[in-house]
C-alpha cells in the first residue's frame, strides 16, 4: 500500500492498483508480439507451397521430391524443439527467441539467388530447426503473463498467429509472386525475420508468473496444486500427457499436409489459377484464425461455468479435431466449388481450434519449471506428423494416374488416421485424475 510522501498520513487512492494494472499492460504487449512471432513463424511455412508450382519448373523436379523437400522442414524440427525446451529453462527468453528468429532470416537469405535441388532442402532444414521450438517457448511465455484460470484465451489469441500468418502471406507473397519471383519472395520473408528480432528484444520478457503456479483454477473440480517439479517419466506416463500428445500428432498431420500442399492441390488437382489460389488459402486461413479465438472463450466460459477442466480441455479439443478428421475424410468426394472449400476449411478451422486449448489443458498437469522442456518435447514429437504427411501426400500424388486422384487418396488417409487418434486421445485426457496422481509425488 501506497503512502503519500508528503503527509506520510495514510494510502494515496488507487495507487496500490498500478503495479497490477502495469503488470497487465505488459502482459497484452508481449502477448501481442508473441502473436506476431506466430503470423511470420507460419508465413515462413507457407511459402513454399505457395512458390511450389514455379519452384518445381525451375528446379526442375517432380512430386516425390517437392514432397521431400516439403518433408524436409521437419527432419531437424523435434531436435530444435526439445533443444529448445532445454534451455528454455536455462536461457532468458528475450535471448532465446530472438536468436531463433534470427536463424529464420539466415535460412531465407539465400533463396534470394538461384539455387538447387540441395540447397533448397538444407535452407528448410536450417529453418525447421530453428521455428521447431517457437511454438513451445511462444506457449511458455504467454503463461508466464497469466494465471492458470485465466490461460484458456491469451493461449488461443496466440495460437491464432499461425493461422493469421497464412491470411497475410498467401495473397502478399502471392503478389510478391506474379509481379516478380519466388526468389523475391523469400528475399521479403529475410528483411521480416531481421525486423521481428529487434522488436522482439526491445519488448519481451517472462512475466510473474514463470516461478509457480500458486492459483486455482476456477474450475468446479480443481486441478491439485502441484509441486515444483515432478518426475518426467510419470509425467509421460499419464493419460492426459499421451492424449495431448496423440492429439497434437494427428492435428499436425493436417496442419502441415494444407501449408504443405494445399496450394498445390487447389492448382495442379483442381485448376484454379495462383492468384485465385492464394486468396483461397488465405481465407481458409482467416476461418482457421477465428476457430482457435472462438475455441478460447469457449474454453474459459466452461470453465466459469464450472465445468471440468477434463470437459474444457479435453473433451473440447478432441471434439474439435475428431470434426476435422471427418471434414479430411469427406471434402475429396466433391468437385470444385463452393461446398468443396467450405468442408477443406470447416476441417482446417477445426484442427486449428484445438492448438490453444491443448497447450492449456496440458499447463495443468506440467509444473511452471518444467513447462518450457515438456512443451519442448511434445512439439518435438508431434512435428514428425509433418515428416510423414508431406511424404505420403508426394508419393501417392507422384504414383497415382491423375494428379487429382493421388491428392484425394492422400487426404482420405490423413483424414481417416486424425478421426481414429482424436478419438483415443478424448479418451486418454483427464487433466483433475492425473493432476492429483502427480500432487501426490511432492
Not at 529453462?89 to 527467441?97: E, F, S, T
Not at 500428445?245 to 494444407?258: E, G, I, N, S
Request: aromatic letters at 8%.
Amino acid at each position: 500500500m501506497a503512502i503519500d510522501q508528503q503527509s506520510g498520513t495514510g494510502p494515496v487512492p488507487g495507487r496500490e492498483h498500478r503495479p497490477e494494472q502495469q503488470t497487465r499492460r505488459r502482459a497484452w504487449l508481449v502477448l501481442s508480439l508473441l502473436f506476431l512471432l506466430l503470423v511470420v513463424n507460419y508465413a515462413d511455412k507457407v511459402i513454399v507451397g505457395l512458390a511450389g508450382v514455379d519452384m518445381m519448373k525451375e528446379i526442375g523436379i517432380g512430386a516425390d521430391e517437392f514432397g521431400v523437400i516439403q518433408s524436409s522442414f521437419f527432419w531437424l524440427f523435434a531436435i530444435g524443439a526439445i533443444l529448445g525446451g532445454w534451455l528454455g529453462g536455462k536461457v532468458k527468453a528475450r535471448w532465446l527467441l530472438a536468436g531463433i528468429a534470427a536463424l529464420w532470416a539466415v535460412s531465407m537469405a539465400p533463396m534470394v539467388g538461384q539455387v538447387g535441388f540441395t540447397t533448397v532442402v538444407v535452407c528448410r532444414v536450417l529453418l525447421g530447426f530453428a521455428e521447431g521450438p517457437t511454438t513451445a517457448l511462444v506457449m511458455h511465455v504467454t503463461h508466464t503473463w497469466f494465471p492458470p484460470d485465466k490461460r484458456a484465451v491469451p493461449s488461443s489469441l496466440v495460437a491464432s498467429g499461425a493461422a493469421i500468418g497464412p491470411v497475410i502471406a498467401a495473397p502478399a507473397l502471392t503478389w510478391v509472386i506474379t509481379q516478380h519471383s519466388w526468389h523475391a519472395a523469400f528475399g521479403v520473408m529475410s528483411v521480416v525475420g531481421v525486423i521481428i528480432v529487434i522488436l522482439w528484444l526491445i519488448v519481451g520478457r517472462e512475466g510473474p508468473e514463470s516461478a509457480s503456479d500458486t492459483k486455482g483454477t476456477g474450475a468446479a473440480e480443481p486441478v491439485s496444486r502441484l509441486p515444483e517439479r515432478v518426475p518426467l517419466l510419470k509425467l509421460f506416463g499419464t493419460g492426459t500427457f499421451i492424449g495431448f500428445q496423440l492429439l497434437f500428432f494427428v492435428a499436425y498431420m493436417l496442419t502441415a499436409t494444407v501449408v504443405s500442399w494445399l496450394p498445390l492441390y487447389l492448382r495442379d488437382g483442381h485448376g484454379y489459377d495462383a492468384t485465385t489460389t492464394g486468396n483461397l488459402v488465405a481465407l481458409l486461413f482467416l476461418g482457421t484464425a477465428i476457430a482457435a479465438i472462438a475455441s478460447g472463450f469457449a474454453s474459459s466460459a466452461m470453465t466459469k461455468r464450472g465445468m471440468s477442466n477434463r470437459a474444457s480441455r479435453g473433451y473440447l479439443a478432441g471434439a474439435m479435431v475428431l470434426l476435422a478428421g471427418i471434414g479430411t475424410v469427406s471434402f475429396p468426394a466433391l468437385d470444385r466449388g463452393v461446398m468443396h472449400m467450405v468442408l477443406i476449411t470447416l476441417a482446417a478451422c477445426a484442427s486449428a481450434a484445438g492448438y490453444g486449448v491443448s497447450f492449456t489443458g496440458l499447463s495443468d498437469i506440467v509444473p511452471a519449471k518444467q513447462r518450457g522442456t515438456v512443451f519442448g518435447v511434445v512439439t518435438g514429437v508431434y512435428s514428425l506428423g509433418g515428416i510423414v504427411a508431406p511424404i505420403l501426400m508426394g508419393a501417392l500424388v507422384e504414383s497415382a494416374d491423375t494428379p487429382l486422384a493421388g491428392y484425394k487418396q492422400g487426404f482420405i488417409a490423413i483424414g481417416a488416421a486424425i478421426a481414429v487418434g482424436a478419438a483415443i486421445a478424448t479418451l486418454l485426457i483427464n487433466p483433475e485424475r492425473d493432476g492429483a496422481k502427480l500432487a501426490a509425488t511432492s
